[in-house]
């Protein structure tokens, strides 16, 4: 439990840190990668320790927690390349640690993941690493979305952010969902027939198949420009939307015992 309240912690002050900076502060910004990467350490250190027990995440809140981290050291990354995003980081880190906190929710309630075989396994990180980009294309579509009408009517508020930036990541994540969404497919395929059991019996599957198919049709629509950019990003945002909504109410039918 520890490890998880260390990486709450450092995320927050990630949080408090950039949104001082926001405010002004300036001098706190220096201090807000290094919160980040001390919280993704954290993580990382108990996920080690979990799989050498042999136990890894399986129900919900291990994968919420685990894409709120895939989504804090992904925004690290573009950090060091986009330093105009700084301007953000109190809105992504407080999404990373809101998401992180559902690792205690398996402490309190005494929820311990279940142990998994190979096949389950890299579905079920396929998929968080799928919700991670899927929701981070969401947040940064909207944000383009904003700037767009902020560039139109010549007003920019504190968390402006340049189009080319957002457009940028907008269609990087977007990519990365399709890439990983087919990933999670390929491997749920794999993991239902292990079980001998029906795809069109699971709605988890179906509902991943669901967005494959949606953003196959977002990343075509990238590529062939055959669509107006600002209908992306409403779409992006769609797809962003359904997806909490999947992951909150529907459930693998499929028991992996």
Do not use: C
């Not at 573009?78 to 402490?107: D, Y």
């Not at 930036?165 to 977007?174: M, N, P, R, W, Y």
Request: charged share 10%; hydrophobic share 55%.
């Amino acid at each position: 439990m520890i490890f998880y309240i260390f990486n709450i912690l450092f995320y927050l002050m990630a949080f408090i840190s950039f949104l001082l900076y926001t405010l002004k502060a300036k001098n706190t910004i220096k201090y807000s990668l290094i919160f980040i990467m001390l919280g993704n350490l954290f993580y990382l250190i108990k996920l080690i320790l979990n799989v050498k027990s042999g136990v890894v995440f399986s129900n919900i809140d291990a994968i919420v927690a685990f894409s709120g981290n895939i989504i804090m050291l992904f925004y690290g990354i573009l950090l060091t390349k986009f330093r105009n995003l700084e301007n953000i980081g109190f809105i992504i880190s407080f999404i990373g640690a809101l998401f992180s906190m559902a690792n205690l929710r398996n402490v309190f309630l005494h929820q311990q993941p279940s142990l998994l075989n190979p096949i389950f396994l890299i579905h079920i990180i396929s998929a968080g690493f799928s919700y991670s980009f899927i929701m981070l294309g969401g947040i940064f579509s909207l944000l383009k979305l904003i700037s767009e009408k902020q560039i139109k009517q010549k007003k920019f508020s504190k968390t402006y952010v340049p189009i080319y930036t957002l457009i940028f990541i907008e269609k990087l994540s977007i990519n990365m969902s399709f890439i990983f969404l087919t990933i999670t497919i390929l491997f749920g395929v794999m993991w239902s027939f292990y079980y001998d059991k029906s795809l069109y019996v699971d709605p988890k599957i179906i509902v991943i198949s669901f967005l494959w198919f949606y953003y196959a049709i977002l990343v075509h629509t990238y590529i062939f420009k055959s669509s107006k950019p600002t209908t992306i990003s409403v779409l992006s945002a769609l797809g962003s939307t359904i997806t909490v909504i999947s992951v909150i109410f529907i459930k693998h039918s499929i028991i992996t015992g």
